[in-house]
Every structure is written in structure tokens, then in C-alpha cells.
């Protein structure tokens, strides 16, 4: 721990760290970066939202989205742009039948 003339500044390595609050854990900055170098999950024991003043953009290799239960709904309030070598909606999968439990 330093104090620095900017503030207090905090470094904790180790081979592991858990924060465990009863209550709410709340981060708040005025700018918030998270990395794992290799991976990152986030998971909710219930419902979870993600909301932004500006724009949103996901980006990787390749994405998923899969509802487990109920529907996928996608508005806007302009045009949608779907831009793919192909679009293929309701389709096989490649070398087999689509499996109802996915």
C-alpha cells in the first residue's frame, strides 16, 4: 500500500484473492478494466444486465448466444444489419441433425 499525491494506491498479488461480501460489492471509477490473461467468466445466480450510455461492442473469434429456456428477442430502433458470407436461419448444422438440448 502507498499513498501517493494522486491517492492511495493498492497492489495484492497472489496466487489467489476471493472478496466475499453478505451485502453489495460495489466498484465504482471513473474508468473500470478487468483482464484474465486466460479467461473470464462472469456468472449470476440470477437475472444479470448490462447497460451503457453509449455504444456497446462485442467482439471475438466467434460468438454464441443461446437462450436455455424461451425466446431471443432483438429490437431496435432503426434498421437491423445482418452482414454474413452466408445467413443461414433454421438450418442443419454441418455433418448432423440439431440437437434439441442445445
Known amino acids: 500500500m ?7 494506491s ?5 496466487g489467489a484473492l476471493t472478496l466475499l461480501s453478505s451485502g453489495t460489492l460495489r466498484v465504482d471509477a471513473e474508468r473500470l478494466e478487468l483482464r484474465g490473461r486466460s479467461g473470464v467468466t462472469i ?3 440470477g437475472d444479470a444486465a448490462l447497460a451503457v450510455a453509449g455504444d456497446l ?3 471475438a473469434s466467434s ?4 437462450a436455455t429456456l424461451g425466446d431471443v428477442r432483438l429490437a431496435a430502433n432503426d434498421d437491423v444489419k ?3 458470407e452466408r445467413i443461414l436461419l433454421n438450418s442443419e ?3 448432423g ?6
Open 97 to 102: 441433425s440439431r440437437d434439441p438440448a442445445r
Open 82 to 84: 445482418v452482414d454474413g
Open 43 to 45: 456468472e449470476s445466480g
Open 57 to 59: 461492442t462485442v467482439r
Open 63 to 66: 460468438q454464441e448466444l443461446r
Open 2 to 8: 502507498r499513498v501517493t499525491p494522486a491517492g492511495l
Open 93 to 95: 448444422p454441418e455433418g
Open 10 to 14: 493498492l497492489c495484492i498479488e497472489s
